[in-house]
């Protein structure tokens, strides 16, 4: 089955405790992205990978690191969480727009429920 | 800055009935893709439809159509024959290829609600 798979899917952790959430897709995508989502704020790009060793800043990259290592994972590090980062976070992955066949849409990941205390 | 506005936080509307959801979006880039997701309350992300901006026919699927006016820069959602499970948050998004890169960016987000 094609799909996203994110762990854990619920954290609760305390200030300063470096975390790392993992994203995995099977699906062969280039292009992999996290987001936050805030209420009132809808779904905001923290950090996306057009492809291997290839990534960048979306529009709330502070706090958070990301590697891509591997085509299929893209894991979002928190060095040092704060209680502002207290989210759910989703992780996509999708063709990129060059690609042939590609139909522009992400697919989803289920989300992780994180709370910072 | 590349920007989308959901101008309605929450919608109601009578089962059966049609509701629009709008949304509108700032962007200098010609080719791009415009997209609706649905996140009901298991909080999972599904895509409703999309939009090609080099197309000028409106997407269609199923109950599901859109009202794309590239001039004014507006995509919005229209549902017919509204179902209980339509209820969830509807998000409006476009994404871009900028500067060799891409972005995906969404709107805030309007939270529809079914009356049975």
Not at chain 2, 54 to 80: D, G, M
């Amino acid at each position: 089955e094609a799909q996203v798979t994110q762990n854990p899917r619920y954290l609760i952790t305390v200030t300063g405790k470096k975390l790392t959430v993992t994203c995995s897709q099977n699906m062969n995508h280039e292009y992999m992205s996290w987001y936050r989502q805030d209420p009132g704020l809808g779904l905001r790009q923290i950090y996306y990978s057009m492809n291997v060793e290839v990534t960048d800043k979306g529009d709330v990259p502070e706090g958070y690191k990301v590697s891509r290592k591997e085509k299929r994972n893209f894991p979002l590090i928190l060095e040092s969480p704060s209680p502002n980062q207290t989210s759910l976070y989703f992780c996509a992955s999708s063709l990129t727009l060059r690609r042939e066949g590609h139909r522009g849409e992400q697919f989803f990941g289920p989300g992780t429920r994180l709370t910072v205390l | 800055a590349q920007t989308v506005t959901q101008s309605q936080p929450e919608m109601s509307v009578q089962e059966a009935e049609t509701v629009t959801l709008s949304c509108t979006y700032d962007t200098s880039e010609s080719d791009y893709y415009l997209f609706w997701y649905k996140q009901p309350p298991s909080r999972q992300m599904i895509l409703v439809i999309r939009q090609e901006a080099y197309k000028q026919q409106n997407a269609t699927e199923n109950r599901f159509s859109v009202n794309f006016q590239k001039a004014a820069k507006s995509f919005s959602l229209k549902i017919s024959d509204s179902q209980l499970g339509d209820a969830a948050m509807y998000f409006c998004a476009y994404r871009i290829l900028y500067f060799g890169n891409e972005k995906l960016t969404f709107g805030t987000g309007t939270r529809l609600t079914i009356i049975p």
